[in-house]
C-alpha cells in the first residue's frame, strides 16, 4: 500500500507527515477542448511542470474511449497498472480508494496518475453515476494540492468529463484555430448551459498554433484567447512514440514551455 510522505505523493516507504502546500485558490483544473486540440498533451506537460516544481500533482484521464494512459508513456516508466475503473465502480469513494488506484512514475516522485488501462472501455466495469463522479473530485481534493482532470470532448455521454468541466476551480478550453474546432465546441457548450456552468472560470486557448497561422488570423477566427500554445515537431514526434514526460529539449520546443509556464503561473501561481 501507498502513503503519502514529505516530498513527494506517495512511495512505498515509511508514512512521514505530508509536505504542507499553501492554500490556493485554484486547486482542480479541467482541460477540455475539441478532439485533436491537444488536450492530453497540455494536461500531461502542465502536471510534469508542477512535478518538476516540486508540487504534487494528481493527473486524472477521463477518457473510457480511447483510455490516454497507454499513449503518455512508455509502461516500463509506472510503478503498476490499476485503474479508474475500480474506482468508479465502488459504492462510495473514499481517500484510500483513490490512494490504492493510483499510479505512480518511477521517474517523477511528485506525480500520480489515475486513468483506465489498455483494453479497457465504459463496458469493462458497472454503470457509475454523477454523484460517483462529483465524490472521486471531492476526494481527489484530499489526496493532492494540484489536480489536472484530463477531460474527453464528447460530454453528452461522458460523465466524468461533463462533472469534472463543473465541479473545478477553473477551466482551460482549447480550440484549434479551424472551424471544425469551433463548431464542435458551439454543439457541445449549450449541454452545459442549464448546469452550473460558470464561463468567468474558463480560459480560452488557441492550440497547436502553427507558424503559418498568423496572430490576427487567430483573433479572427477565435476571438479573444488568453494563451496561444504553439506548435512543437518534437511534442508531436514525443506523442506519436507515446513519450509525453519526456524532457523537451530541441528549440522548436521552446515556445511550447514557456506558454505552458505562463498557464501555471496564472493558473496556480506556480
Given at each position: 500500500?501507498?502513503?503519502?510522505?514529505?516530498?513527494?505523493?506517495?512511495?512505498?516507504?515509511?508514512?512521514?507527515?505530508?509536505?504542507?502546500e499553501p492554500e490556493q485558490d485554484v486547486?482542480?483544473?479541467?482541460?477540455?477542448?475539441?478532439?485533436?486540440?491537444?488536450?492530453?498533451?497540455?494536461?500531461?506537460?502542465?502536471?510534469?511542470?508542477?512535478?518538476?516544481?516540486?508540487?504534487?500533482?494528481?493527473?486524472?484521464?477521463?477518457?473510457?474511449?480511447?483510455?490516454?494512459?497507454?499513449?503518455?508513456?512508455?509502461?516500463?516508466?509506472?510503478?503498476?497498472?490499476?485503474?479508474?475503473?475500480?474506482?468508479?465502480?465502488?459504492?462510495?469513494?473514499?481517500?484510500?480508494?483513490?490512494?490504492?488506484?493510483?499510479?505512480?512514475?518511477?521517474?517523477?516522485?511528485?506525480?500520480?496518475?489515475?486513468?483506465?488501462?489498455?483494453?479497457?472501455?465504459?463496458?469493462?466495469?458497472?454503470?457509475?453515476?454523477?454523484?460517483?463522479?462529483?465524490?472521486?473530485?471531492?476526494?481527489?481534493?484530499?489526496?493532492?494540492?494540484?489536480?489536472?482532470?484530463?477531460?474527453?470532448?464528447?460530454?453528452?455521454?461522458?460523465?466524468?468529463?461533463?462533472?469534472?468541466?463543473?465541479?473545478?476551480?477553473?477551466?482551460?478550453?482549447?480550440?484549434?484555430?479551424?472551424?471544425?474546432?469551433?463548431?464542435?465546441?458551439?454543439?457541445?457548450?449549450?449541454?452545459?448551459?442549464?448546469?452550473?456552468?460558470?464561463?468567468?472560470?474558463?480560459?480560452?486557448?488557441?492550440?497547436?498554433?502553427?507558424?503559418?497561422?498568423?496572430?490576427?488570423?487567430?483573433?479572427?477566427?477565435?476571438?479573444?484567447?488568453?494563451?496561444?500554445?504553439?506548435?512543437?515537431?518534437?511534442?508531436?514526434?514525443?506523442?506519436?512514440?507515446?513519450?509525453?514526460?519526456?524532457?523537451?529539449?530541441?528549440?522548436?520546443?521552446?515556445?511550447?514551455?514557456?506558454?505552458?509556464?505562463?498557464?501555471?503561473?496564472?493558473?496556480?501561481?506556480?
Amino acid at each position: 500500500m501507498m502513503n503519502f510522505i514529505k516530498g513527494s505523493i506517495f512511495t512505498r516507504g515509511k508514512t512521514e507527515p505530508p509536505n504542507e502546500e499553501p492554500e490556493q485558490d485554484v486547486q482542480v483544473l479541467a482541460v477540455w477542448g475539441s478532439p485533436g486540440s491537444g488536450k492530453t498533451t497540455v494536461s500531461v506537460r502542465l502536471a510534469k511542470h508542477l512535478a518538476d516544481q516540486k508540487k504534487n500533482v494528481a493527473l486524472l484521464l477521463c477518457d473510457m474511449t480511447a483510455p490516454m494512459l497507454p499513449c503518455i508513456c512508455p509502461p516500463g516508466d509506472l510503478e503498476c497498472e490499476r485503474s479508474l475503473g475500480s474506482i468508479l465502480a465502488a459504492t462510495h469513494v473514499t481517500d484510500m480508494l483513490i490512494r490504492q488506484n493510483c499510479i505512480t512514475h518511477k521517474k517523477i516522485s511528485y506525480l500520480t496518475v489515475i486513468g483506465m488501462l489498455k483494453g479497457e472501455n465504459v463496458f469493462t466495469y458497472p454503470p457509475y453515476t454523477q454523484e460517483l463522479a462529483t465524490e472521486l473530485i471531492d476526494h481527489l481534493r484530499d489526496i493532492a494540492p494540484y489536480i489536472i482532470i484530463d477531460c474527453g470532448s464528447a460530454i453528452a455521454h461522458d460523465i466524468l468529463s461533463a462533472v469534472s468541466l463543473l465541479e473545478a476551480d477553473t477551466v482551460l478550453r482549447l480550440v484549434n484555430c479551424d472551424l471544425k474546432s469551433i463548431s464542435y465546441l458551439s454543439s457541445q457548450l449549450p449541454l452545459l448551459k442549464d448546469q452550473k456552468w460558470d464561463s468567468e472560470k474558463q480560459y480560452k486557448v488557441a492550440s497547436n498554433v502553427k507558424s503559418n497561422q498568423a496572430g490576427e488570423h487567430i483573433e479572427q477566427v477565435l476571438g479573444n484567447v488568453a494563451f496561444k500554445i504553439p506548435h512543437s515537431d518534437e511534442l508531436e514526434n514525443l506523442a506519436l512514440c507515446g513519450d509525453l514526460f519526456k524532457d523537451l529539449a530541441l528549440k522548436d520546443s521552446r515556445g511550447f514551455r514557456a506558454e505552458i509556464a505562463k498557464i501555471a503561473k496564472e493558473v496556480f501561481n506556480v
